[in-house]
């Protein structure tokens, strides 16, 4: 069941959520023993950098365990990294060029592929400069772009897929049903099909107006549930034929082939009984308006698509 | 058009990339002939294949062959030249953001863990627990990242769509619309088929071509899918089985090319009975231009089949 994996989704993405907030717990505490360690050997010069990194790093933790969308998190956790890189590491050197790459790859790791790659670039001079070896400094120098630039390759790939992935989607994620894109092009066929074979055609435009105000007082996932719940109830109650796509945050079209306006008006009936039979936890019955719009032998699709669209603008107005 | 142009961007930078390792390589062949040389050499060829054959990394073999050689060949750098290629070892945690097989990260992780423990032991056991300590860190975000792209190829198998310029469904579209168009048309008492299409002349080109002229030749209610074998197809909707025949002739005679067409009808059919693969093999071999496929078996039959097991078992 598709609308199922928009749960598993969410909950999937807190899990790795908290995954992440335990890492940078974990690293928070290595660089606290890291300061308690200097105090214990009395090494007072070096215990303001540590010191101020497990500040920084504590706070990051705290702000990733409230907001894991938030990009702060990583930016505090990056300064933190770089002022121990930039401070310490030089100081505890082992004679070779150990340090140089971390910056680099912690960047990636941390922030969206285009800031990383900026940081990086901008910064590069200042960690060759730090962390590299006086001695064959071109060598280097290449052999640390080499690096940015091989290491970049995984995350520039899971991007390009990434957009790929919302252009060919045909299906929302929130809910069963079809998204926007797909729903104009499965008009078009339908309409087209409607003319050829000389069947009726309506549509149903269903509008829920408790979204908004669900996500504002009860949080996102109360919302995607209502949607779900309310797309799988309009599937179970429409035929095998009828399609159900998403046009807009919260509303939906039902197109109903061979189907006149007699057939439609008792959908709409039967449609927005069934949705007030369905209980949610904090807000009771889910609300639909619906109207109904019929398609003209005259009608191209512009024109039909045209007017689901002002009949979609009609029911917000309605409730406003 | 926006997705080509990223395309380009990161096919430069990947060039960029081999090319720099191949400088690399070259100026430490010039020093002198080492077996470091030799292996950014290797690394900087095969990145240059990557970026300038793009689809080869589509082909699983082939990526797991790269990721694979990639850890091994950074790996041997660190071990064998680590006064010059130490910092490579942060590189491992990088590879986990592509768990494609399912294998390959736990491998990658392993390969990257022992070379950082081999590379840090002369350096004291301090530097080692740190070293160690830092790179599961990172290796541990990166599996992070590998599980959120995961998702992102979960939902690009599950995409409607091949290309997202053209509306041309994919295979698993089909299946899923199958059973939603069958049972209208049963209900509705019109004809309904599927016309596999493949043009005979082999190539990537003429294929291109077949899409284009069927995107004229096919009404807007004529869906247009591409299997996952290559093979186009057209979903055929008409009041009768006659006007069928006769859409079908006009269609491909629109097309004003040598194709080759299977016609599988769908009436009543069973969709479980339907092998999409079997369906569109050796179709430009065939020797008629049109085969008629008999129809699937219907739906009641495989019910009465499903029954007659219960009532074995």
């Not at chain 1, 910064?123 to 001695?135: N, R």
Request: a neutral charge.
């Amino acid at each position: 069941m598709p609308f199922l994996t928009a749960l598993t989704h969410t909950r999937d993405h807190r899990q790795l959520a908290n995954r992440k907030t335990l890492i940078m717990l974990l690293a928070t505490l290595v660089i606290a023993t890291y300061a308690l360690w200097r105090y214990l050997v009395g090494d007072f010069d070096h215990i303001l950098t540590p010191v101020l990194s497990t500040l920084l790093m504590g706070i990051a933790t705290g702000l990733n365990l409230l907001d894991d969308e938030n990009p702060l998190p990583s930016y505090l956790t990056l300064i933190a990294s770089y002022l121990m890189l930039a401070l310490e590491a030089p100081g505890a050197y082992p004679g070779l060029s150990l340090w140089l790459g971390l910056p680099c790859i912690l960047t990636l790791l941390l922030l969206p592929l285009a800031p990383a790659m900026l940081l990086n670039l901008v910064l590069a001079p200042l960690w060759l400069w730090l962390l590299g070896q006086q001695d064959d400094n071109f060598g280097e120098e290449l052999r640390y772009l080499c690096l940015l630039l091989v290491a970049s390759q995984p995350f520039v790939i899971n991007s390009l897929q990434a957009d790929f992935m919302t252009l060919t989607a045909s299906e929302e994620t929130e809910c069963n049903a079809f998204n926007a894109s797909t729903g104009r092009e499965r008009l078009t066929s339908e309409a087209a099909r409607a003319r050829a074979l000389d069947q009726p055609l309506s549509i149903l435009v269903i509008y829920l107006p408790q979204l908004e105000m669900l996500s504002e007082q009860f949080g996102e996932d109360r919302r995607i549930e209502c949607l779900s719940t309310a797309s799988e109830v309009m599937q179970d109650i429409s035929r095998l034929g009828d399609l159900l796509c998403r046009s807009d945050k919260a509303t939906l079209w039902l197109m109903l082939p061979n189907t006149g306006e007699a057939g439609a008006l008792i959908m709409r009936e039967r449609l927005t009984a069934a949705l007030a039979a369905t209980t949610q936890p904090e807000t009771g019955s889910i609300i639909a308006r619906a109207r109904l719009v019929i398609y003209k032998a005259s009608d191209t699709s512009q024109k039909l698509e045209q007017r689901l669209l002002a009949a979609q603008l009609a029911l917000m107005d309605l409730n406003e | 058009m926006e997705i080509k142009f990223k395309v380009r961007i990161s096919q430069f930078v990947c060039l960029l990339g081999s090319v720099l390792l191949l400088l690399e390589a070259a100026r430490q062949i010039s020093l002198g002939l080492t077996v470091t040389a030799l292996l950014l050499a290797v690394g900087g060829t095969m990145l240059l294949v990557v970026s300038l054959a793009h689809e080869l990394f589509a082909l699983s073999w082939f990526r797991t062959l790269v990721m694979l050689s990639v850890a091994l060949i950074m790996s041997a750098l660190i071990l064998l030249a680590p006064e010059q290629h130490l910092m490579w070892l942060w590189g491992f945690p990088v590879l986990l953001l592509y768990p494609r097989p399912r294998w390959l990260a736990p491998a990658c992780a392993a390969i990257g863990l022992v070379t950082t423990w081999y590379a840090l032991r002369p350096l004291g056991s301090d530097w080692l627990s740190l070293g160690i300590g830092i790179t599961a860190t990172l290796m541990a975000l990166g599996a992070i990242g590998g599980r959120r792209q995961q998702h992102v190829w979960h939902q690009l198998e599950r995409r409607g769509r091949r290309d997202p310029n053209r509306a041309i469904w994919s295979q698993y579209q089909l299946m899923r619309d199958l059973p939603r168009e069958i049972a209208r048309a049963d209900r509705e008492g019109i004809h309904i088929e599927l016309i596999l299409l493949a043009p005979v002349m082999p190539g990537r080109l003429v294929r291109r071509r077949l899409m284009n002229t069927l995107d004229s030749a096919a009404m807007a209610h004529e869906t247009r899918y591409i299997l996952n074998g290559g093979c186009l197809a057209v979903l055929l909707v008409t009041r009768a089985e006659r006007m069928a025949s006769l859409r079908r002739r006009q269609l491909i005679e629109h097309l004003a090319m040598q194709v080759r067409a299977r016609i599988q009808p769908l009436n009543n059919g069973d969709i479980h009975a339907l092998d999409l693969t079997n369906l569109g093999l050796n179709l430009a071999q065939e020797s008629e231009l049109i085969t008629l496929l008999s129809p699937l078996s219907s739906r009641a039959d495989s019910q009465d089949i499903a029954s007659h097991r219960e009532v074995d078992d």
